[in-house]
Protein backbone atom coordinates (compact mmCIF):
# COMPACT_ATOMS: atom_id res chain seq x y z
CA UNK A 1 0.00 0.00 0.00
CA UNK A 2 0.90 3.54 -0.63
CA UNK A 3 0.76 4.46 2.90
CA UNK A 4 2.66 4.02 6.50
CA UNK A 5 1.95 0.61 8.06
CA UNK A 6 2.79 -0.49 11.49
CA UNK A 7 2.84 -4.19 12.90
CA UNK A 8 1.78 -5.33 14.94
CA UNK A 9 -1.38 -3.64 14.89
CA UNK A 10 -1.88 -5.31 18.13
CA UNK A 11 0.75 -6.56 21.11
CA UNK A 12 0.28 -8.07 24.51
CA UNK A 13 2.80 -9.13 26.68
CA UNK A 14 3.72 -9.86 29.97
CA UNK A 15 5.92 -7.74 32.53
CA UNK A 16 9.60 -8.09 32.08
CA UNK A 17 8.86 -9.16 28.43
CA UNK A 18 11.13 -7.45 25.37
CA UNK A 19 9.24 -5.72 22.43
CA UNK A 20 9.70 -4.92 19.09
CA UNK A 21 7.51 -2.57 17.12
CA UNK A 22 7.85 -1.87 13.29
CA UNK A 23 7.34 0.77 11.21
CA UNK A 24 7.56 0.69 7.38
CA UNK A 25 6.98 4.20 6.22
CA UNK A 26 5.91 5.61 2.84
CA UNK A 27 8.76 4.66 0.02
CA UNK A 28 10.92 8.00 -0.32
CA UNK A 29 10.38 9.75 2.91
CA UNK A 30 13.29 11.12 4.35
CA UNK A 31 12.01 11.61 7.89
CA UNK A 32 10.69 9.61 10.09
CA UNK A 33 9.17 9.69 13.92
CA UNK A 34 7.69 7.79 17.14
CA UNK A 35 5.13 8.99 19.01
CA UNK A 36 3.32 7.48 22.07
CA UNK A 37 -0.01 8.11 22.68
CA UNK A 38 -1.79 7.46 25.71
CA UNK A 39 -5.64 7.14 25.82
CA UNK A 40 -7.52 10.16 25.62
CA UNK A 41 -4.64 12.07 24.95
CA UNK A 42 -2.62 13.58 21.64
CA UNK A 43 0.51 11.66 20.48
CA UNK A 44 3.73 12.28 22.43
CA UNK A 45 7.14 12.73 20.34
CA UNK A 46 9.72 9.82 21.13
CA UNK A 47 12.28 9.71 18.32
CA UNK A 48 13.46 11.36 15.20
CA UNK A 49 15.27 9.59 12.50
CA UNK A 50 16.34 11.72 9.35
CA UNK A 51 17.31 8.95 6.65
CA UNK A 52 19.51 6.12 9.11
CA UNK A 53 20.42 8.94 11.58
CA UNK A 54 18.56 8.90 14.69
CA UNK A 55 18.96 12.88 15.23
CA UNK A 56 16.59 13.37 18.13
CA UNK A 57 15.88 10.84 20.75
CA UNK A 58 14.72 13.18 23.75
CA UNK A 59 11.59 11.90 24.13
CA UNK A 60 12.46 8.38 24.69
CA UNK A 61 11.08 8.03 28.65
CA UNK A 62 14.18 5.75 29.62
CA UNK A 63 16.77 4.13 28.46
CA UNK A 64 14.51 0.75 28.21
CA UNK A 65 13.73 2.25 25.26
CA UNK A 66 15.75 1.72 21.60
CA UNK A 67 14.91 2.45 18.15
CA UNK A 68 17.09 2.21 14.79
CA UNK A 69 16.50 2.73 11.17
CA UNK A 70 19.53 1.07 9.80
CA UNK A 71 19.21 1.34 6.02
CA UNK A 72 17.03 4.18 5.97
CA UNK A 73 13.71 2.80 5.52
CA UNK A 74 12.12 0.53 7.44
CA UNK A 75 12.23 1.42 11.58
CA UNK A 76 11.83 -0.79 14.88
CA UNK A 77 11.18 0.92 18.44
CA UNK A 78 12.11 -2.07 21.04
CA UNK A 79 11.46 -1.36 24.08
CA UNK A 80 13.01 -3.96 26.80
CA UNK A 81 11.63 -5.18 30.32
CA UNK A 82 8.27 -3.76 29.77
CA UNK A 83 6.47 -2.05 32.57
CA UNK A 84 2.89 -1.73 32.72
CA UNK A 85 3.43 1.88 32.20
CA UNK A 86 4.59 1.18 29.05
CA UNK A 87 0.89 0.12 27.83
CA UNK A 88 0.12 2.95 25.01
CA UNK A 89 -0.34 3.44 21.33
CA UNK A 90 2.80 3.60 19.52
CA UNK A 91 2.11 5.76 16.26
CA UNK A 92 5.02 5.44 13.50
CA UNK A 93 5.06 9.04 11.16
CA UNK A 94 7.11 9.65 8.18
CA UNK A 95 7.36 12.75 6.12
CA UNK A 96 8.89 13.53 2.77
CA UNK A 97 11.74 16.23 3.35
CA UNK A 98 13.26 17.48 6.93
CA UNK A 99 12.22 20.36 8.71
CA UNK A 100 9.01 21.89 10.09
CA UNK A 101 6.75 22.70 7.21
CA UNK A 102 5.74 19.31 6.34
CA UNK A 103 2.51 17.52 7.34
CA UNK A 104 3.41 14.05 8.50
CA UNK A 105 1.47 11.22 7.74
CA UNK A 106 1.24 8.29 10.28
CA UNK A 107 0.59 4.71 10.74
CA UNK A 108 -2.70 3.26 12.75
CA UNK A 109 -0.24 2.50 15.46
CA UNK A 110 0.50 -0.52 17.39
CA UNK A 111 -1.77 -1.00 20.42
CA UNK A 112 0.44 -1.83 23.44
CA UNK A 113 -0.57 -3.79 26.63
CA UNK A 114 1.83 -4.84 29.10
CA UNK A 115 -0.23 -7.10 31.75
CA UNK B 1 4.52 17.45 28.18
CA UNK B 2 1.72 18.55 25.68
CA UNK B 3 1.93 22.28 24.30
CA UNK B 4 -1.15 22.89 23.00
CA UNK B 5 -5.00 22.75 24.71
CA UNK B 6 -8.23 21.87 22.94
CA UNK B 7 -11.45 23.31 23.50
CA UNK B 8 -13.62 22.25 24.24
CA UNK B 9 -12.59 18.66 25.07
CA UNK B 10 -15.63 17.20 23.64
CA UNK B 11 -18.56 18.41 21.28
CA UNK B 12 -21.58 16.63 20.10
CA UNK B 13 -23.20 18.65 17.50
CA UNK B 14 -26.46 17.54 14.82
CA UNK B 15 -25.17 17.09 11.31
CA UNK B 16 -25.65 19.91 9.10
CA UNK B 17 -24.68 22.56 12.20
CA UNK B 18 -20.71 23.85 12.18
CA UNK B 19 -18.54 22.44 14.75
CA UNK B 20 -15.39 25.19 16.22
CA UNK B 21 -12.60 23.77 17.92
CA UNK B 22 -10.17 26.70 19.90
CA UNK B 23 -6.35 25.45 20.55
CA UNK B 24 -4.24 27.38 22.30
CA UNK B 25 -0.44 27.14 22.68
CA UNK B 26 2.24 28.26 25.05
CA UNK B 27 5.47 29.31 23.32
CA UNK B 28 6.05 30.87 19.66
CA UNK B 29 5.42 28.89 16.84
CA UNK B 30 6.98 28.45 13.13
CA UNK B 31 3.71 26.81 12.33
CA UNK B 32 0.16 25.22 13.05
CA UNK B 33 -1.07 22.19 11.88
CA UNK B 34 -4.92 20.00 12.87
CA UNK B 35 -4.95 16.65 12.54
CA UNK B 36 -7.94 14.54 12.66
CA UNK B 37 -8.49 11.09 14.18
CA UNK B 38 -10.71 8.00 13.50
CA UNK B 39 -11.26 5.81 16.54
CA UNK B 40 -8.43 3.40 16.65
CA UNK B 41 -6.68 4.89 13.30
CA UNK B 42 -3.57 6.67 12.87
CA UNK B 43 -3.89 10.77 12.76
CA UNK B 44 -4.63 12.13 9.35
CA UNK B 45 -3.07 15.77 8.29
CA UNK B 46 -6.24 18.42 7.61
CA UNK B 47 -4.27 22.03 7.05
CA UNK B 48 -1.26 23.63 7.90
CA UNK B 49 -1.37 27.46 8.68
CA UNK B 50 2.07 29.16 8.86
CA UNK B 51 2.67 32.00 11.73
CA UNK B 52 2.71 34.70 9.36
CA UNK B 53 -0.52 33.66 7.99
CA UNK B 54 -4.37 34.66 10.00
CA UNK B 55 -6.91 32.44 7.92
CA UNK B 56 -6.90 29.63 5.43
CA UNK B 57 -9.37 27.52 3.61
CA UNK B 58 -9.61 23.92 2.60
CA UNK B 59 -12.90 22.61 1.56
CA UNK B 60 -14.92 22.61 4.46
CA UNK B 61 -12.47 23.78 6.92
CA UNK B 62 -11.44 26.78 7.89
CA UNK B 63 -8.49 27.53 9.99
CA UNK B 64 -7.79 30.82 11.50
CA UNK B 65 -4.53 31.88 13.31
CA UNK B 66 -3.95 34.30 16.26
CA UNK B 67 -0.11 34.67 17.31
CA UNK B 68 -0.95 37.48 20.02
CA UNK B 69 -3.59 35.72 21.69
CA UNK B 70 -1.14 32.38 20.54
CA UNK B 71 -4.54 30.44 19.70
CA UNK B 72 -5.98 28.68 16.87
CA UNK B 73 -9.61 27.90 15.84
CA UNK B 74 -10.54 24.99 13.22
CA UNK B 75 -14.07 25.44 12.01
CA UNK B 76 -16.05 22.47 9.67
CA UNK B 77 -19.34 23.82 8.16
CA UNK B 78 -22.05 21.53 7.53
CA UNK B 79 -20.99 19.16 9.37
CA UNK B 80 -21.55 15.36 8.60
CA UNK B 81 -21.74 12.25 10.60
CA UNK B 82 -18.45 11.01 9.04
CA UNK B 83 -17.05 13.90 10.64
CA UNK B 84 -17.06 12.19 14.26
CA UNK B 85 -13.36 11.99 14.97
CA UNK B 86 -10.76 13.47 17.49
CA UNK B 87 -9.50 16.86 16.20
CA UNK B 88 -5.93 17.75 17.51
CA UNK B 89 -3.61 21.31 16.91
CA UNK B 90 0.15 20.54 16.48
CA UNK B 91 2.76 22.84 16.56
CA UNK B 92 6.59 23.16 15.63
CA UNK B 93 9.03 25.39 16.86
CA UNK B 94 11.06 25.31 13.36
CA UNK B 95 11.89 22.78 13.67
CA UNK B 96 11.06 18.72 13.00
CA UNK B 97 9.17 18.34 16.27
CA UNK B 98 5.67 18.53 16.44
CA UNK B 99 3.76 19.03 19.85
CA UNK B 100 0.34 18.15 20.14
CA UNK B 101 -2.72 19.41 21.99
CA UNK B 102 -4.88 16.93 23.91
CA UNK B 103 -7.78 17.29 21.33
CA UNK B 104 -11.36 17.44 20.90
CA UNK B 105 -13.59 14.57 20.66
CA UNK B 106 -16.57 15.92 18.05
CA UNK B 107 -19.32 13.76 17.71
CA UNK B 108 -21.89 14.57 15.07
CA UNK B 109 -25.17 12.83 15.21
CA UNK B 110 -26.75 11.86 12.24
Known amino acids: GAGVSQSPRYKVAKRGQDVALRCDPISGHVSLFWYQQALGQGPEFLTYFQNEAQLDKSGLPSDRFFAERPEGSVSTLKIQRTQQEDSAVYLC?????????????FGDGTRLSIL | SQQGEEDPQALSIQEGENATMNCSYK?????LQWYRQNSGRGLVHLIL?????REKHSGRLRVTLDTSKKSSSLLITASRAADTASYFCATDDSSYKLIFGSGTRLLVRP
Open chain 1, 93 to 105: ASSFLQGANQPQH
Open chain 2, 27 to 31: TSINN
Open chain 2, 49 to 53: IRSNE
